[in-house]
């Protein structure tokens, strides 16, 4: 059992070389490429954000939970996003609004005091080409990259995103 187990690990060695990059949905994956526009027109990027410790966040205006969410990462992003976390050069929040009304968003952004420049949506809704990419279900939802668009979390909640950012903090500081 072993023996086959070891030769298939060769063997996908042989077909996957070390250094490649696998773009994909799961843990250890490269996250793929986001492209949209903020509330103000300009095309925003993903793969800008390299280098930092990344959430990538899908909410929307009209969804409760999303709101009373985004009082906390508001917080934690204050508390870490000029602070070196591990290899990463702060901590920032890439946004995605599955919103209909630009109106609704934009005031939403404001009113709940969401500071990072990072909020694109394409206003399709449940149609958001990125949360369909993403294979978006339920809002709120959330994907932690670190600082080379590696996927390392997955719906994190609050206190167990600021357990991670903490722990990776601390280990900077070492």
Not at 78 to 107: C, E, T, V
Not at 150 to 171: A, C, D, F
Request: aromatic content about 10%; proline content about 3%; some cysteine.
């Amino acid at each position: 059992m072993k023996q086959g187990f070891f030769l298939a690990v060769f063997l996908i060695s042989l077909v996957i070389p070390c250094n490649a990059e696998i773009t994909g949905l799961q843990l250890g994956n490269k996250a793929p490429e986001i492209a949209m526009q903020n509330p103000e027109g300009v095309l925003l990027n993903l793969k800008e954000w390299q280098g930092k410790l990344v959430l990538i966040d899908f909410w929307a205006s009209w969804c409760a939970p999303c709101r009373k969410s985004n009082k906390k990462l508001a917080a934690l992003y204050r508390q870490y996003m000029n602070k070196p976390i591990g290899k990463a050069q702060g901590f920032d929040i890439f946004s995605i609004s599955l919103d209909h009304q630009i109106n609704a968003w934009k005031y939403a952004i404001s009113d709940d005091e969401l500071i990072w420049k990072g909020h694109v949506s394409d206003l399709k809704g449940w149609e958001n080409e990125a949360a369909k990419r993403y294979q978006i279900e339920a809002i709120p939802y959330n994907i932690l990259i670190d600082e080379k668009g590696i996927i390392i979390g997955k719906n994190l909640s609050e206190m167990e995103l600021m357990l991670l950012l903490k722990e990776r903090q601390e280990q900077s500081a070492n």
